[in-house]
C-alpha cells in the first residue's frame, strides 16, 4: 500500500466517524471545499453561457438521486458530461430543467472534463463547427 493510499484510508475511516471534515482538508492553499465550490461555480458559467446544449434536474433517468442533491450537465460535440450538486446551487445554473435527466452514457470524471475542454473549440462568434 503506498503511503497515499494509507493515508486515504486513514481519512476516509475519520470521515466515517464523524471525527474529521474532510471539506477541511486543505493542501497548504486551498480546501476540498473551496476547490468544488470554485468547480460548480466555473461549470455554472459554463453552462449558462451554452444553455442550448445544457440542463439540470432533481432526478436521474430512471427517477433516483441522491438525497439533497441535483445532477445538471452538458451534451458536447465528444459526449456528456455531468456534476452532482448540492440544492443549495440549484440556482447557480440558469438552464432548462428538465424532469428527468438524460440516460447518463458512462463517462467518468476524466472524460468530462476531456469534454467540458472541447468547447473551447467552438468559434470565437459562438457557432459550433458543422458536423
Known amino acids: 500500500m503506498t503511503i497515499e493510499e494509507h493515508l486515504n484510508h486513514i481519512i476516509k475511516n475519520l470521515d466515517d466517524k464523524g471525527e474529521i471534515d474532510t471539506n ?13 465550490d470554485h468547480r460548480a461555480k466555473l461549470f455554472s458559467v459554463i453552462c449558462n453561457l451554452h444553455k442550448e446544449i445544457s ?24 459526449g456528456q458530461a455531468t456534476y452532482h450538486y448540492g440544492l443549495e446551487l440549484w440556482d447557480l445554473f440558469d438552464v432548462e430543467e428538465l424532469p428527468r435527466a438524460p440516460k447518463y452514457d458512462g463517462h467518468h470524471s476524466n472524460q468530462a472534463i476531456e ?17
Not at 477541511?24 to 468544488?36: A, N
Not at 469534454?115 to 458536423?131: D, F
Request: hydrophobic share 25%; proline share 2%; aromatic share 12%.
Open 55 to 78: 440542463w439540470k434536474s432533481r432526478l436521474h433517468d430512471d427517477g433516483t438521486m441522491y438525497e439533497g442533491y441535483f445532477i445538471v450537465g452538458i451534451e458536447t460535440e465528444e
Open 115 to 131: 469534454r467540458i475542454t472541447s468547447l473551447g473549440k467552438v468559434k470565437a462568434k459562438g457557432s459550433y463547427p458543422k458536423q
Open 24 to 36: 477541511k482538508i486543505s493542501d497548504g492553499s486551498h480546501t476540498f471545499e473551496e476547490l468544488y
